[in-house]
């Protein structure tokens, strides 16, 4: 009389199949909710030098001494999610001058002239190693950059005082 209804081995219109695996409705908030925060989480915030720490003596190797005549080097690292675990090394005409971290600056005298600034990862075996910039110091003026390391490269970004000091 009844006859038995035979189920569908088809997904329903209420789950996703994800892979091999099934997946409801609520699990897939659940992703979507990650991928989300993944990609918020790699946004870098600009912060001023006044929201960041500097450097700490003991990873401050060179060009620490304020000569009269000498420019000044100003390096902010952004806030970014990519490369928060590891120290950038910066360098001044090849030579090792400090080491930042996540939401650090570091002010360095340096004598006039052409400088070659560099910022690098610790390990040669990541993809992105760094970035370097050629600058022209005057005396007694101060240069800004910023260390932005979105998108899985390290950029060494020249900046203003205004951005490095004001927040937006």
């Known amino acids: 009389m009844f006859r038995k209804q035979r189920r569908s081995r088809q997904p329903s219109m209420k789950s996703v ?3 091999s ?20 989480g790699c946004a870098t915030t600009v912060p001023t030098m006044a929201e960041l720490q500097p450097v700490p003596e003991n990873r401050v190797f060179a060009n620490q001494l304020q000569t009269e005549g000498n420019a000044e080097l100003a390096v902010l690292r952004d ?11 910066l360098f001044v005409d090849g030579k090792l ?9 570091v002010i360095m005298s340096l004598p006039a002239g ?27 003026v101060t240069y800004y950059y910023r260390v932005n390391s979105d998108s899985g490269q390290i950029r060494l970004l020249r ?9 937006p």
Do not use: C
């Open 21 to 40: 695996g099934r997946q409801t409705m609520p699990g897939r908030v659940l992703i979507l909710t990650i991928v989300a925060l993944s990609v918020v």
């Open 114 to 140: 052409e400088r070659i600034i560099e910022i690098r990862h610790p390990s040669p075996l990541v993809g992105a190693i760094g970035d370097s910039a050629t600058l022209r110091a005057e005396p007694n």
């Open 97 to 105: 001058s400090a080491q930042l971290a996540w939401g650090e600056f």
């Open 79 to 89: 806030k970014s999610f990519s490369g928060s675990a590891v120290d950038y090394r």
């Open 17 to 19: 199949v994800i892979g």
């Open 159 to 167: 900046t203003t005082a205004e951005s490095a000091m004001t927040p």
